[in-house]
């Protein structure tokens, strides 16, 4: 299995910044995509953030500008750093990896327990 990890949640005041991490440990065969999601509350999870195999990144349009995605390749990790939070930016953060463990596995997406993000209104 592969287990990604989120870390660097929490609560930040509006306008501030926060940098979340999202880390892979162990040795996996092969990762595509590195994803970000997000669940604000009483609401459905939908896409922030992506990046590529090849290092493209798509944002969605409410993050964009404000929210930067990197990776770390030797890490086996990426970022996400986000500067003027808003109140809605709150939600549950998850990160996502379309992963290949074994060179004889089939590609497949495994999620984070996911984190809590606040920014109080």
């Known amino acids: 299995q592969v287990y990604p990890g989120e870390s660097g949640g929490g609560l930040v005041l509006p306008g501030g910044s926060r940098r979340i991490s999202c880390d892979v440990p162990g040795v996996v065969f092969s990762i595509s995509t590195w994803s970000w999601y997000r669940q604000p509350p009483q609401r459905e999870r939908e896409l922030v953030a992506s990046i590529a195999r090849d290092g493209s990144i798509t944002y969605s349009d409410s993050v964009k500008g404000r929210f930067t995605m990197s990776r770390d390749n030797s890490r086996q990790a990426v970022y996400l750093q986000m500067n003027d939070l808003k109140p809605e930016d709150t939600a549950i953060y998850y990160c996502?990896?379309?992963?290949?463990?074994?060179?004889?596995?089939?590609?497949?997406?495994?999620w984070g327990r996911g984190m809590q993000v606040t920014v109080p209104s």
């Open positions: 996502a990896v379309d992963a290949q463990q074994r060179s004889w596995s089939r590609s497949k997406l495994y």
